[in-house]
């Protein structure tokens, strides 16, 4: 099947760096990935949608400027969290879908980075 | 508005005994529907899927489930629970005719505890 990496898995950083996370699909191609967050015992909430080439769409009420999202190529999309701060820990999990194949087009998950701003 | 609903938030059974997850969902027309697991500190696992055809879909590990259109609901079971299969269970839906732009909305989750 399709698998989805993610790098780092952990990462703890200091109030006020900077973190790049980055999401690529190992095995087939995607125009289009997506970015969750999720809080403990929470569900998962869509942040942005990352299209290959061109600018990522976000979500109503996600920071454009704070989650920097870049996807360059087929196989690789990346965020990044500007002047992380505490409330900017959690837990951050990227889809990716398949071009190829029938309708629908599936998404495939990674398996998340946790990310820790002291 | 799109929406994924789960009614139960926490759900203990005990190993051997069987399960119902439920999940109702509000969309426009009928979706793709999906069921993840997730164990802690992981990412998501695809339990099964259902686009079209036989309404009972299977999937891995023992589960299925059933669309029923007229309530609007995918609830996944599983005949006999073991204790590996403690975990947060996501019911989600996703757009038949895929665009660019087009996303998996995800339930709020339940959470299983399986009691040995």
């Known amino acids: 099947g399709a698998v989805v990496s993610q790098h780092p898995s952990r990462v703890i950083c200091k109030s006020g760096t900077s973190v790049k996370i980055e999401c690529r699909s190992l095995?087939?191609?995607?125009?289009?990935m997506f970015w969750y967050r999720q809080f403990p015992k929470q569900s998962l909430m869509l942040m942005a949608t990352?299209?290959?080439?061109?600018?990522?769409?976000?979500e109503q009420g996600v920071e454009k400027d704070k989650f920097l999202i870049n996807h360059a190529s087929l196989t690789l999309s990346t965020l990044t969290v500007t002047s992380a701060h505490p409330e900017d820990s959690s837990f951050y999990i990227c889809?990716?879908?398949?071009?190829?194949?029938?309708?629908?087009?599936?998404?495939?998950f990674g398996p998340g980075t946790r990310l820790t701003v002291l | 508005a799109q929406s994924v609903t789960q009614p139960d938030i926490h759900i203990t059974v005990s190993e051997g005994a069987s399960l119902e997850l439920r999940c109702n969902y509000s969309?426009?027309?009928?979706?793709?529907l999906f069921w993840y697991v997730q164990s802690p500190g992981q990412g998501l696992q695809l339990l099964l899927k259902?686009?079209?055809?036989?309404?009972l879909v299977q999937g891995i590990k023992g589960f299925e489930a059933e669309f029923k259109r007229s309530q609007s609901s995918f609830n996944l079971r599983k005949p006999s629970v073991h204790w590996s299969d403690a975990a947060e269970y996501f019911c989600?839906?996703?757009?038949?005719?895929?665009?660019?732009?087009?996303?998996?909305?995800f339930g709020p989750g339940t959470s299983l505890s399986v009691i040995p």
């Open positions: 889809s990716a879908r398949d071009i190829a194949g029938a309708l629908p087009k599936e998404q495939f």
């Open positions: 095995d087939f191609q995607a125009t289009t």
């Open positions: 990352s299209n290959e080439g061109s600018k990522a769409t976000y």
């Open positions: 969309y426009g027309a009928t979706p793709y």
């Open positions: 259902y686009f079209s055809g036989d309404t």
């Open positions: 989600a839906v996703g757009p038949r005719r895929t665009t660019s732009y087009d996303k998996v909305i």
